[in-house]
């Protein structure tokens, strides 16, 4: 019922934690400052790294890219930096993890280059390119495996040392890789896109002209919101027509897909709310006109594309189906994807319950969850899965989300160990990944991240059917509680659905209330909403307000009294419909004691956005007294609209007798009198006379 996307505050709150995320996923910077000299705080920062996703590449040398940042406002003098590399390799994702984490000189390193880092500006940066010889130092000869490798800044504020790794590839590894890409909006609370916001978003720099650049020309497996193309389909030809490239660009595209929830909705708040089964739209008509889909409508440029029909459109109807105005293209069905984070056990076995033996539902998990693999076809229990490398999948989201070009080898870097490390523990087997879900991503830094899970050494592209259909292995699932948080905005969401639901009785179509709001609903509790706990509140808050105001459209004004001065006579009530439809009601009326009598229900018919007044026959029993009403607004199926007013009515019905006998009583006092005065004037006369004979 409400209309928000992310906000510029918002957004800079998930920067910010993505930024976070990024310096966990790879190899840490180091600072140096005093500490009590507010002009050297928080002093230099020094970042190194190797490019070319950090492998060491058979006849080139080893490049790192070198980067100090001196954030006082005092010049730093240039510094010498010395390489290092350890020759015991890293044989565990918990060591690397905890290198990447926190990389500290170690006393077995041997240094196998030098370079020096220029002076530094107040305020300034810079970044330098050291180049080793892996021949001379003898990195050729270090066997498969992935390499702690750092690089310390002579400062004259201090030494700092950062870390970074180095990838020794297996010549002889050769196994798969399938890259899972979203194709999603930022948050928002209205279930469909305008016209306005597609065109943003499909211009030059928006989230979705992006995303489609980033998988167009690769393998990706595209996971497809479809309330992003339903949101262009059911403008038919008044869709910007930026929309509509953009949408036959996608559908054009040969990338095997499986579609996300409408929204992108998150499973696991739905099944820790209690639901069997997903939420899904009831209907987008209410979001159509058919004038944008009649043949006779100039259509410039091409209308809308559409797929073909389904058996189930109706013939009768210029409105295209809801399957047609959802479908993503040739799609696996069963595939349920849960945000990273947020499933476990009791999310995998609610998805398993959604499918049959003949079409199994899969849930997607990441390895962090499912112990026992890593990635691959996999089952726990009755739960059927697929699970994807959960480090490698973070680096690379970190790499979709870095600003800048030595952040992002720093991430890349990160997505390379990690494989090199499964492909040791697992040789020859598939690796399934994801460019995970994120917002206000340059097209750039997606497209590298994608570029950058294509560039896995030992890698070579495959399918979504290639796990698929893989025989699965046994793992054990986690237990992942739902946030309670959102369960409970979920709860209340849907029980003020139910009260609007409800209420829509009034509306010749119920759907221009209830079909809206489902979709909102599903938008509210969407994926992209996890980031920012405050904001999802506020976006809740929000809605569920102008469904309170939306509940509170139509109502009886209540009369300050009214007075019953004959036995019987209609009473007016005024009727209020602030909704921009015509609504139907039924004013039912009850009186409180046996004195009068009353019309139990009368219809009336308000129109939009107006007020109308209904008139209710009452009848008197008695001549004199006070009586009480209770009037409820209803719809014509009986819901109540509003709470029960009670009016006070005073019955006056014998003034009307009392009326009468006076009038009569007037009448007759003038006609006798009448009578009187003619025969007086008729005895004066004949005296007269009498006395002039």
Do not use: C, K
Request: glycine fraction near 8%; avoid cysteine; charged fraction near 15%.
């Amino acid at each position: 019922m409400t209309s928000s996307a992310a906000t510029p505050a918002r957004r800079r709150r998930v920067r910010l934690a993505l930024l976070s995320a990024l310096v966990l996923a790879a190899a840490p910077a180091a600072t140096a400052g005093a500490a009590d000299d507010p002009l050297t705080s928080p002093g230099v920062t020094f970042v190194a790294t190797p490019t070319g996703d950090a492998v060491l590449a058979e006849g080139q040398p080893l490049t790192l890219a070198l980067h100090a940042e001196n954030a006082t406002g005092t010049p730093v003098a240039s510094g010498s930096v010395s390489i290092a590399v350890t020759d015991t390799a890293l044989s565990t994702r918990e060591a690397l993890r905890e290198w990447l984490a926190d990389a500290t000189p170690d006393a077995a390193a041997r240094e196998i280059g030098t370079a020096v880092i220029g002076e530094l500006d107040p305020f300034a940066q810079r970044t330098e390119m050291a180049t080793v010889d892996p021949d001379a130092t003898g990195l050729r000869q270090l066997p498969p495996g992935v390499y702690p490798l750092t690089a310390t800044y002579v400062s004259e504020r201090g030494d700092l040392t950062a870390g970074s790794v180095l990838v020794v590839p297996d010549a002889a590894a050769s196994a798969s890789v399938g890259v899972i890409v979203p194709i999603t909006t930022p948050a928002r609370s209205v279930g469909l896109l305008t016209s306005d916001e597609l065109a943003a978003a499909v211009g030059p720099g928006g989230d979705l002209r992006a995303q489609l650049d980033a998988v167009t020309g690769t393998a990706a497996i595209l996971a497809v919101d479809p309330a992003i193309v339903a949101s262009i389909r059911v403008l038919g030809s008044s869709a910007p027509a930026s929309a509509r490239t953009w949408l036959g660009e996608l559908m054009s595209l040969p990338n095997t897909r499986f579609a996300l929830q409408f929204g992108d909705a998150d499973l696991a708040t739905q099944f820790g709310a209690g639901l069997s089964a997903p939420l899904t739209v009831t209907t987008l008509d209410p979001a159509m006109s058919a004038s944008d889909f009649s043949a006779s409508t100039p259509a410039s440029p091409p209308p809308t594309p559409l797929p073909t029909p389904s058996p189930t459109t109706d013939p009768e109807s210029a409105l295209p189906a809801l399957e047609v105005l959802m479908d993503i293209g040739s799609a696996r069905d069963g595939l349920y994807w849960p945000a990273t984070g947020t499933a476990g056990a009791a999310t995998a076995a609610a998805v398993a319950a959604l499918g049959s033996d003949a079409a199994p539902a899969v849930a997607l998990v990441p390895s962090s969850v499912a112990a026992g693999s890593t990635s691959g076809r996999a089952n726990a229990g009755v739960a059927q899965l697929i699970v994807y490398d959960a480090d490698v999948s973070s680096a690379l989201r970190s790499v979709s989300v870095a600003s800048g070009t030595v952040d992002r080898a720093r991430a890349r870097a990160a997505a390379s160990a990690f494989t090199a490390l499964a492909n040791a523990q697992s040789p020859g087997a598939g690796l399934l990944v994801t460019i995970d879900r994120g917002a206000d991503r340059s097209a750039a830094a997606l497209r590298d991240a994608v570029g950058a899970a294509y560039s896995l050494p030992g890698r070579t592209p495959a399918g979504l059917d290639a796990f698929l259909d893989a025989a699965p292995s046994a793992v054990t699932l986690s237990d992942v509680a739902a946030d309670p948080g959102r369960v409970t905005a979920l709860t209340e969401l849907l029980t003020d659905e139910a009260a609007l639901g409800a209420f829509s009785s009034i509306l010749t179509d119920p759907s221009v209330l209830t079909g809206p709001e489902r979709t909102s609903i599903l938008q509210l509790i969407g994926n992209a909403w996890l980031p920012d706990a405050d904001e999802f509140a506020d976006g809740v808050t929000g809605h569920r307000a102008t469904t309170r105001s939306t509940l509170n459209a139509v109502a009886l004004i209540p009369p300050s009294g009214l007075t019953l001065a004959a036995s019987s006579a209609s009473l007016g009530f005024t009727i209020r419909n602030d909704l921009p439809w015509p609504v139907s009601l039924v004013v039912m009326t009850t009186p409180n004691d046996p004195r009068v009598i009353v019309q139990n229900a009368t219809p009336v018919e308000v129109g939009a956005q107006q007020n109308s007044r209904a008139e209710v026959p009452i009848e008197a029993r008695v001549g004199s007294g006070e009586s009480n009403l209770t009037v409820q607004v209803r719809s014509p199926s009986m819901v109540a609209i509003g709470d029960p007013v009670s009016v006070d009515v005073s019955v006056r019905a014998e003034w009307e007798s009392v009326g009468i006998i006076v009038l009569v009583s007037l009448v007759a006092a003038m006609l006798i009198l009448g009578v009187i005065r003619t025969i007086v004037r008729r005895r004066a006369g004949a005296a007269a006379e009498s006395a002039d004979g």
